[in-house]
């Protein structure tokens, strides 16, 4: 009866020395596994955390092609096809009352000028000149140019000139034609033109637009 006893013992000692050996290997040669949660996050995209940033515009190349103009928003701001891509435009150096702001009502001469702006703009292709002083871009993504119509007005300087538009120096730096339009602005003025007519604006397009 010993003999088998012990048998029996050594068996059974043999059998767990054997499964933790088995144990052992496991844990040396296999990856643990992915939860069926993070398989699924791998699987998905990173998340983006901020918007592509728009495509370098060529200054050099820019300046001796023209670019359809796809959509004017207001007097300075338009969207044109640029090297493939809709690209919206700031205007340089000028600004036209609000008309399409969600935070103020459109101001007075807004609807005005913007219908020249459309007159002058639409289905038109024009030609762009950069500025190093400007910048590239505005804090809101939009190019910054100066507007060459196909017949070569200086599209900027017109809308100031026929008082559709103020010079708008931001931050107060000299930007290329920052004079010219200056002068532009004082001729508008003493001429009475756009919204600086007494009957119109008197220059104070800050104010609501009249009622229509």
Excluded at 36 to 64: G, N
Aim: net charge negative; charged share 25%; with cysteine.
């Amino acid at each position: 009866m010993i003999l088998p006893r012990a048998l029996r013992a050594f068996a059974a000692l043999a059998f767990l020395g054997a499964l933790f050996a088995a144990a052992v290997a496991s844990e040396q040669n296999t990856e643990p596994m992915a939860s069926p949660v993070s398989e699924v996050a791998a699987a998905l995209p990173a998340k983006t955390t901020q918007a592509a940033a728009p495509e370098m515009i060529d200054e050099k190349r820019d300046q001796h092609e023209s670019f359809a103009v796809l959509n004017v928003v207001d007097g300075d701001t338009i969207d044109v096809l640029l090297n493939g891509t809709t690209t919206r435009l700031r205007l340089i150096g000028m600004d036209t009352p609000e008309t399409v702001d969600p935070r103020k009502p459109v101001q007075c001469f807004g609807r005005e000028a913007s219908a020249k702006a459309h007159m002058l703009l639409d289905g038109k292709r024009v030609r762009l000149e950069y500025d190093d002083v400007a910048g590239t871009y505005d804090k809101y993504g939009r190019a910054l140019a100066y507007v060459f119509l196909p017949d070569g007005t200086f599209y900027n300087k017109y809308m100031i000139a026929e008082g559709y538009a103020h010079e708008y120096d931001y931050q107060n730096q000299p930007y290329k034609y920052r004079d010219e339009l200056r002068a532009a602005q004082t001729s508008a003025r003493s001429a009475h033109k756009g919204f600086w007519a007494e009957g119109a604006c008197a220059g104070n397009t800050t104010k609501p637009a009249a009622s229509t």
